[in-house]
C-alpha cells in the first residue's frame, strides 16, 4: 500500500472521467497530491444530457455515496421505451434508465472535487510534455486525445469510422419514455433518440447513414438549416419545440462515430482512462459509465499498488473484459441503427423487437421480466401469424417450408459422427438420429452424408452410393416418422480439397497416415500445409459429379427425407468453388463470383429439378471466410439470392472453415447476424447456427426475425432432449412428447422448478 507517501497525480481532462477518478482518488488515498487540467471553463461543455442504468448507480453509489446523493437529487428517470414507427409505437416498459444534464454532473462532479482537495484548473489546456515530472499522469482528455496521439504506435491504436452522421441536439419537448422515431425520406432513413434529462429538456440525437445525409443536402448545409430539416422531419414527435444546438464551437454539428481501441493503455507513467481509452457507441448510452467505472477502477488500483505500473496492470486487467463486452454490444447496436433499412420491411411488433434486443445482451427472458405484458403481446403476435391462437415461447412456433410442417423451430443441426464402416449408417445412427427426434426438435439434419466413396471427408464418414446406404437411412427415417413428430433433412456433400482425412477425435482435416484417395477441387490449392493437393476439376468430373449428386438425391426420396440440403459451406467441395481463396480457375467457374458460383448452382439446379416439388430445399454456406480477400457477408446475400433463383426455401447460414487464416470473431450467436442480414436484406427464410446454446436465445431469434429456424449442433450432442427440456422449463405442455415419456415430463418439470425457488431461496 502506498498510504500516506506523497503522490503527484495530474489528469489531462476534467471531463467525467477524470473529475470522478480524482474524487475516489482522493478517498482511498487522501494523502494523493491531485491536480486536474481542464482547458474550457466550468460550465462551457457542450452536450446534453446523460444516461445510466441501474447498475451504474449502485457503482457510483459504492464509490461515493456522497457524489451518488447529488446525482440522484437532480434525476429524471423513467421506465419505458417508446419505438415509433410506421405511425405506430409500441413500447416496452421496465427499462429502469435515469438522465442528468451533462452539465450538471459536470458540476456536481467539480464541486466534489473541490471540496475533498483536489485541485481542479479550469482554462488550462496541457500537455503531458509540461507534467512531466508527476508520478502519475492520467489521459482523461476524451475520444480525440492528444496525449494518447503523441504516443498512437505505443498505445497501438485503432480508430475505426462507421457509417451514419449524428447530431446531438436539446429540445424542451418532454419525452415520457426513452423515444426512437424513424421517418423515411426521399434519400433514405433518419431516426431520433430522445430521451428526457431535466424538468425542461430532453436530449434529441438526430442520425442518418452518411449517403443519406450528402443525398440530402446537409453535408453544405449550415447548422441552422440542418436544424430546420430536422424539425420538419420529426415534428410530430417535437410538440411545436424547436431542436436547439450547444455545438457552436463546431465547424458542423453533424459528428461520426469513431470507436477508439488501444492495444495498452499505459506506457511510462502516463494511462488512459475513458473515452481516451475506448469508446462506445452512444445508441447504448454507456460512454460516461464506463469513463465512471475506469475511474474507480484506476483509483483504487493506484491506492493499491506501490509502483504505478503495477497499479495500470490491475486497472487494465481488471476493465478490458468489461470495456470488450460492452463494446461488442455497442458494435451490434451501431450497426442496427447503421441498417435501419434492413429492418423496414418488418412490421412494427417486430422492428421493435429487433431494436430492443439489437445488442443480442437484451434476451427474451430480461425483456419478460422487464416488462411480462409487452412480451406476451409480441409473442401473441407471432402466434396470430403461425395460425396458433395464443402466445406461446417462440421457439415452438410451427412452421411450413413448402408441405413440410414442422412441430417448432428448433433444428439438429448436421454433425459428422464418423461412425460409419463403408458409409452405411448403423445402430449408432438410428439411436443418435432417433434420440434427438426423440427429443423434440422439429427438424433433425443428417450429417454431411457424401455422394461417392471419394467424396469423403474421412473413412468414417456417412454415404448416399450404395444400396446398404438406402436401406441403413430408410430404416432411420422410418423411425423418426413412426415415433415422433420430428422431419429428418438430409445434408448431401462432397469433402472437395478436404478431403481424406482423418476422424472428428483424431487430427481433423489433416491426411490420413495411410490409405489416402486423390483429391478434386476447383484449383491444385491445398486445403493445409499437409494436406494433399487436390486435382483441378474438367468438365467430365464437374458432369460425374451432379450424376452422383442426382442419384444421391433419388435416394434420399426413396428413404423418404423431407427436406435436402446442399452443404456449400466450410471449404467443401462446393464451398471451396466459391471462395476465392481456394478457386484460382481462369475458366466460366472462376474469377468473379457469379462465375464461382456457376458450378455449385448448376448442382443445385440438377437437384432441384429430381428433389419433388413439394419438397424443400436449403443450401449451407459460409457467409464469411473471416479473411480480409475472402467471402464478405456483403457476397453472402448475393450468394444466397442466387440460390434462391435456383429454387432454394432455405438459406442455412454458417460460416468459416474455409482456410486456415481465418480470424473468426466468436462469442454467444456469432452467426446470428450474418442470418439476420440475409433475410431481411433478401426477404429469404434462413436457419441461424453457431454458440446458441439456451432456449432464451432460440426464443428472441425466432422473435426478432433474425432467422426463421435455429440450428443448434454441440448442445444437441450434450442433451438429445434440449427441446423437451426447455418445454418443461417454460412451461410449455403443447410440445409433443413421447407418450411413454410423459411421467419423466411432470416429474422433470417439477425438480427444476423446485430448484429454482430453491435457489431463489439461497439469493
Ligand atoms: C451524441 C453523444 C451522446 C452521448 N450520450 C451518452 C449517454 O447518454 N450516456 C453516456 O454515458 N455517455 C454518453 N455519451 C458519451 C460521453 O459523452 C463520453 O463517453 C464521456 O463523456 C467520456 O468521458 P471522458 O471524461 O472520458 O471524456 P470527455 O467527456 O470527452 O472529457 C474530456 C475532457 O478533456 C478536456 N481536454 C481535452 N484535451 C485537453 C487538454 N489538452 N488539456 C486540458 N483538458 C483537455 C476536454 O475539454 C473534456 O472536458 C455520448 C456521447 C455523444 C457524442
Ligand atoms: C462434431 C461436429 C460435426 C459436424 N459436422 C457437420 C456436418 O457434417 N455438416 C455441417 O454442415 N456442419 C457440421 N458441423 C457444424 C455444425 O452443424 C454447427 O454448424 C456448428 O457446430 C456450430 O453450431 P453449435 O455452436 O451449435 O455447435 C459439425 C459440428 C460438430 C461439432
Same mark, same amino acid.
Given at each position: 500500500?502506498?498510504?500516506?507517501?506523497?503522490?503527484?497525480?495530474?489528469?489531462?481532462?476534467?471531463?467525467?472521467?477524470?473529475?470522478?477518478?480524482?474524487?475516489?482518488?482522493?478517498?482511498?488515498?487522501?494523502?494523493?497530491?491531485?491536480?486536474?487540467?481542464?482547458?474550457?471553463?466550468?460550465?462551457?461543455?457542450?452536450?446534453?444530457?446523460?444516461?445510466?442504468?441501474?447498475?451504474?448507480?449502485?457503482?457510483?453509489?459504492?464509490?461515493?455515496?456522497?457524489?451518488?446523493?447529488?446525482?440522484?437529487?437532480?434525476?429524471?428517470?423513467?421506465?419505458?421505451?417508446?419505438?415509433?414507427?410506421?405511425?405506430?409505437?409500441?413500447?416496452?416498459?421496465?427499462?429502469?434508465?435515469?438522465?442528468?444534464?451533462?452539465?450538471?454532473?459536470?458540476?456536481?462532479?467539480?464541486?466534489?472535487?473541490?471540496?475533498?482537495?483536489?485541485?481542479?484548473?479550469?482554462?488550462?489546456?496541457?500537455?503531458?510534455?509540461?507534467?512531466?515530472?508527476?508520478?502519475?499522469?492520467?489521459?482523461?482528455?476524451?475520444?480525440?486525445?492528444?496525449?494518447?496521439?503523441?504516443? /498512437?504506435?505505443?498505445?497501438?491504436?485503432?480508430?475505426?469510422?462507421?457509417?451514419?452522421?449524428?447530431?446531438?441536439?436539446?429540445?424542451?419537448?418532454?419525452?415520457?419514455?426513452?423515444?426512437?422515431?424513424?421517418?423515411?425520406?426521399?434519400?433514405?432513413?433518419?431516426?431520433?433518440?430522445?430521451?428526457?434529462?431535466?424538468?425542461?429538456?430532453?436530449?434529441?440525437?438526430?442520425?442518418?447513414?452518411?449517403?443519406?445525409?450528402?443525398?440530402?443536402?446537409?453535408?453544405?448545409?449550415?447548422?441552422?438549416?440542418?436544424?430546420?430539416?430536422?424539425?420538419?422531419?420529426?415534428?410530430?414527435?417535437?410538440?411545436?419545440?424547436?431542436?436547439?444546438?450547444?455545438?457552436?464551437?463546431?465547424?458542423?454539428?453533424?459528428?461520426?462515430?469513431?470507436?477508439?481501441?488501444?492495444?495498452?493503455?499505459?506506457?511510462?507513467?502516463?494511462?488512459?482512462?475513458?473515452?481516451?481509452?475506448?469508446?462506445?457507441?452512444?445508441?447504448?448510452?454507456?460512454?460516461?459509465?464506463?469513463?465512471?467505472?475506469?475511474?474507480?477502477?484506476?483509483?483504487?488500483?493506484?491506492?493499491?499498488?506501490?509502483?504505478?505500473?503495477?497499479?495500470?496492470?490491475?486497472?487494465?486487467?481488471?476493465?478490458?473484459?468489461?470495456?470488450?463486452?460492452?463494446?461488442?454490444?455497442?458494435?451490434?447496436?451501431?450497426?442496427?441503427?447503421?441498417?435501419?433499412?434492413?429492418?423496414?420491411?418488418?412490421?412494427?411488433?417486430?422492428?421493435?423487437?429487433?431494436?430492443?434486443?439489437?445488442?443480442?445482451?437484451?434476451?427474451? /427472458?430480461?425483456?419478460?421480466?422487464?416488462?411480462?405484458?409487452?412480451?406476451?403481446?409480441?409473442?401473441?403476435?407471432?402466434?396470430?401469424?403461425?395460425?396458433?391462437?395464443?402466445?406461446?415461447?417462440?421457439?415452438?412456433?410451427?412452421?411450413?417450408?413448402?408441405?413440410?410442417?414442422?412441430?417448432?423451430?428448433?433444428?439438429?443441426?448436421?454433425?459428422?459422427?464418423?461412425?460409419?464402416?463403408?458409409?452405411?449408417?448403423?445402430?449408432?445412427?438410428?439411436?443418435?438420429?432417433?434420440?434427438?427426434?426423440?427429443?423434440?426438435?422439429?427438424?433433425?439434419?443428417? /450429417?454431411?452424408?457424401?455422394?461417392?466413396?471419394?467424396?469423403?471427408?474421412?473413412?468414417?464418414?456417412?454415404?448416399?452410393?450404395?444400396?446398404?446406404?438406402?436401406?441403413?437411412?430408410?430404416?432411420?427415417?422410418?423411425?423418426?416418422?413412426?415415433?415422433?413428430?420430428?422431419?429428418?433433412?438430409?445434408?448431401?456433400?462432397?469433402?472437395?480439397?478436404?478431403?481424406?482425412?482423418?476422424?472428428?477425435?483424431?487430427?481433423?482435416?489433416?491426411?490420413?497416415?495411410?490409405?489416402?484417395?486423390?483429391?478434386?477441387?476447383?484449383?491444385?490449392?491445398?486445403?493445409?500445409?499437409?494436406?494433399?493437393?487436390?486435382?483441378?476439376?474438367?468438365?467430365?468430373?464437374?458432369?460425374?459429379?451432379?450424376?452422383?449428386?442426382?442419384?444421391?438425391?433419388?435416394?434420399?426420396?426413396?428413404?423418404?427425407?423431407?427436406?435436402?440440403?446442399?452443404?456449400?459451406?466450410?471449404?467443401?467441395?462446393?464451398?471451396?468453388?466459391?471462395?476465392?481463396?481456394?478457386?484460382?480457375?481462369?475458366?466460366?467457374?472462376?474469377?468473379?463470383?457469379?462465375?464461382?458460383?456457376?458450378?455449385?448452382?448448376?448442382?443445385?439446379?440438377?437437384?432441384?429439378?429430381?428433389?419433388?416439388?413439394?419438397?424443400?430445399?436449403?443450401?449451407?454456406?459460409?457467409?464469411?471466410?473471416?479473411?480480409? /480477400?475472402?467471402?464478405?457477408?456483403?457476397?453472402?446475400?448475393?450468394?444466397?439470392?442466387?440460390?434462391?433463383?435456383?429454387?432454394?426455401?432455405?438459406?442455412?447460414?454458417?460460416?468459416?472453415?474455409?482456410?486456415?487464416?481465418?480470424?473468426?470473431?466468436?462469442?454467444?450467436?456469432?452467426?446470428?447476424?450474418?442470418?439476420?442480414?440475409?433475410?431481411?436484406?433478401?426477404?429469404?427464410?434462413?436457419?441461424?447456427?453457431?454458440?446458441?446454446?439456451?432456449?432464451?436465445?432460440?426464443?428472441?431469434?425466432?422473435?426478432?426475425?433474425?432467422?426463421?429456424?435455429?440450428?443448434?449442433?454441440?448442445?444437441?450432442?450434450?442433451?438429445?432432449?434440449?427441446?423437451?427440456?426447455?418445454?418443461?422449463?417454460?412451461?410449455?405442455?403443447?410440445?409433443?412428447?413421447?407418450?411413454?415419456?410423459?411421467?419423466?415430463?411432470?416429474?422433470?418439470?417439477?425438480?427444476?422448478?423446485?430448484?429454482?425457488?430453491?435457489?431463489?431461496?439461497?439469493?
Amino acid at each position: 500500500m502506498r498510504v500516506n507517501a506523497p503522490m503527484k497525480v495530474v489528469s489531462i481532462g476534467g471531463g467525467p472521467a477524470g473529475l470522478f477518478f480524482s474524487i475516489v482518488l482522493k478517498r482511498v488515498h487522501p494523502a494523493a497530491e491531485i491536480v486536474v487540467h481542464e482547458r474550457n471553463a466550468p460550465d462551457d461543455t457542450f452536450g446534453w444530457g446523460v444516461v445510466f442504468s441501474d447498475q451504474t448507480l449502485g457503482n457510483i453509489a459504492a464509490a461515493d455515496p456522497e457524489t451518488f446523493a447529488r446525482i440522484a437529487a437532480d434525476f429524471v428517470h423513467w421506465d419505458a421505451i417508446d419505438v415509433n414507427y410506421r405511425g405506430r409505437t409500441i413500447r416496452a416498459g421496465g427499462q429502469g434508465f435515469a438522465g442528468i444534464a451533462r452539465k450538471r454532473l459536470l458540476g456536481i462532479l467539480q464541486e466534489r472535487a473541490l471540496a475533498l482537495g483536489v485541485d481542479v484548473r479550469f482554462r488550462s489546456p496541457i500537455d503531458a510534455d509540461a507534467v512531466r515530472d508527476a508520478d502519475v499522469i492520467v489521459a482523461a482528455d476524451g475520444a480525440n486525445s492528444a496525449t494518447r496521439r503523441a504516443h /498512437e504506435t505505443i498505445f497501438g491504436t485503432t480508430l475505426e469510422g462507421r457509417r451514419c452522421r449524428y447530431m446531438w441536439l436539446g429540445c424542451r419537448q418532454p419525452f415520457e419514455a426513452f423515444t426512437f422515431a424513424f421517418e423515411r425520406t426521399d434519400h433514405g432513413w433518419f431516426q431520433i433518440h430522445a430521451y428526457q434529462f431535466d424538468a425542461h429538456t430532453s436530449t434529441v440525437i438526430v442520425e442518418c447513414r452518411e449517403e443519406t445525409w450528402r443525398a440530402a443536402g446537409l453535408d453544405t448545409m449550415s447548422t441552422a438549416d440542418s436544424i430546420a430539416y430536422c424539425e420538419r422531419l420529426f415534428a410530430r414527435f417535437l410538440g411545436g419545440h424547436p431542436l436547439m444546438s450547444n455545438a457552436a464551437h463546431l465547424a458542423s454539428p453533424w459528428l461520426s462515430f469513431v470507436q477508439v481501441n488501444n492495444a495498452r493503455w499505459s506506457h511510462d507513467n502516463v494511462v488512459l482512462l475513458g473515452d481516451a481509452a475506448h469508446t462506445a457507441h452512444f445508441s447504448i448510452g454507456s460512454g460516461t459509465k464506463l469513463a465512471l467505472e475506469d475511474a474507480i477502477a484506476l483509483a483504487k488500483a493506484l491506492a493499491a499498488h506501490s509502483e504505478p505500473a503495477a497499479a495500470f496492470a490491475a486497472y487494465e486487467a481488471e476493465r478490458r473484459i468489461e470495456v470488450l463486452r460492452l463494446q461488442n454490444a455497442a458494435r451490434n447496436s451501431t450497426e442496427w441503427f447503421e441498417n435501419v433499412a434492413r429492418y423496414a420491411a418488418l412490421e412494427a411488433e417486430q422492428f421493435a423487437y429487433s431494436l430492443l434486443s439489437r445488442s443480442q445482451r437484451l434476451s427474451h /427472458e430480461n425483456l419478460k421480466v422487464r416488462d411480462g405484458a409487452y412480451v406476451r403481446r409480441v409473442e401473441g403476435w407471432l402466434a396470430e401469424r403461425s395460425g396458433v391462437s395464443e402466445p406461446i415461447p417462440p421457439m415452438f412456433l410451427p412452421y411450413r417450408l413448402r408441405e413440410m410442417e414442422l412441430v417448432n423451430r428448433v433444428v439438429v443441426s448436421p454433425m459428422a459422427m464418423y461412425r460409419c464402416r463403408d458409409g452405411t449408417p448403423d445402430d449408432f445412427y438410428l439411436v443418435h438420429l432417433g434420440s434427438r427426434a426423440q427429443g423434440g426438435a422439429g427438424l433433425v439434419f443428417t /450429417e454431411m452424408t457424401c455422394v461417392a466413396a471419394d467424396a469423403r471427408i474421412s473413412p468414417g464418414c456417412a454415404g448416399m452410393y450404395r444400396d446398404e446406404h438406402l436401406a441403413g437411412w430408410k430404416r432411420i427415417v422410418d423411425f423418426v416418422h413412426a415415433n415422433t413428430p420430428a422431419k429428418i433433412a438430409l445434408q448431401l456433400g462432397h469433402a472437395g480439397p478436404k478431403g481424406s482425412t482423418q476422424v472428428g477425435w483424431e487430427s481433423p482435416d489433416e491426411p490420413l497416415a495411410e490409405g489416402n484417395w486423390p483429391l478434386i477441387g476447383p484449383s491444385p490449392v491445398p486445403f493445409g500445409e499437409r494436406s494433399a493437393i487436390p486435382r483441378e476439376m474438367t468438365r467430365d468430373d464437374m458432369d460425374r459429379v451432379v450424376k452422383q449428386f442426382v442419384r444421391a438425391a433419388h435416394m434420399g426420396i426413396a428413404a423418404g427425407f423431407d427436406l435436402l440440403e446442399l452443404h456449400c459451406a466450410h471449404g467443401y467441395l462446393f464451398s471451396s468453388f466459391i471462395t476465392p481463396l481456394t478457386n484460382k480457375r481462369t475458366d466460366a467457374y472462376g474469377g468473379s463470383l457469379e462465375n464461382r458460383l456457376r458450378f455449385p448452382l448448376e448442382v443445385f439446379a440438377a437437384l432441384r429439378a429430381n428433389w419433388p416439388e413439394r419438397l424443400p430445399m436449403s443450401v449451407r454456406i459460409s457467409a464469411t471466410d473471416w479473411v480480409e /480477400e475472402g467471402v464478405t457477408p456483403d457476397d453472402a446475400v448475393e450468394i444466397a439470392r442466387a440460390f434462391r433463383a435456383a429454387g432454394a426455401d432455405l438459406i442455412d447460414v454458417s460460416a468459416g472453415q474455409t482456410s486456415r487464416r481465418a480470424k473468426p470473431v466468436y462469442g454467444r450467436m456469432f452467426q446470428t447476424p450474418f442470418s439476420d442480414k440475409i433475410r431481411n436484406e433478401l426477404g429469404i427464410a434462413t436457419m441461424a447456427v453457431g454458440n446458441i446454446t439456451d432456449a432464451d436465445q432460440v426464443n428472441g431469434i425466432i422473435a426478432s426475425g433474425r432467422a426463421d429456424l435455429v440450428a443448434i449442433g454441440r448442445m444437441h450432442l450434450a442433451d438429445p432432449y434440449f427441446t423437451l427440456h426447455a418445454a418443461a422449463a417454460l412451461a410449455y405442455d403443447a410440445q409433443p412428447w413421447p407418450l411413454s415419456y410423459l411421467p419423466g415430463r411432470d416429474h422433470y418439470a417439477r425438480t427444476i422448478r423446485r430448484a429454482a425457488e430453491a435457489a431463489e431461496v439461497v439469493r
